[in-house]
């Protein structure tokens, strides 16, 4: 089995963990400019969405300290190659 993120941006609250979590792994520093993961706010609709730059490497550590469920780690089945 493959885990990968699994997005439920209705679930956001905006805490931004996701994104400090992953800017102190892979930058050693608190800085929401710098990590792979961003959360943006929809004054408006008082929604959060999320969205991972090209730079992500997928390491599943943002989804691990996501305290709401927005982002949650599943595991899908391989895909498997026909020949």
Not at 20 to 41: A, H, M, P
Not at 60 to 78: H, M
Request: with cysteine.
């Amino acid at each position: 089995m493959k885990k990968v993120i699994a997005i439920a941006s209705r679930l956001c609250t905006g805490c931004s963990i996701c994104a400090l979590t992953c800017s102190i792994y892979w930058c050693d520093e608190f800085n929401l400019e710098k990590g792979f993961v961003q959360v943006k706010r929809y004054d408006h609709e008082g929604l959060f969405n999320i969205t991972f730059s090209s730079g992500c490497r997928y390491c599943l550590r943002c989804a691990e300290a996501c305290p709401s469920g927005a982002l949650r780690v599943v595991e899908t089945p391989e895909q498997v190659k026909i020949t």
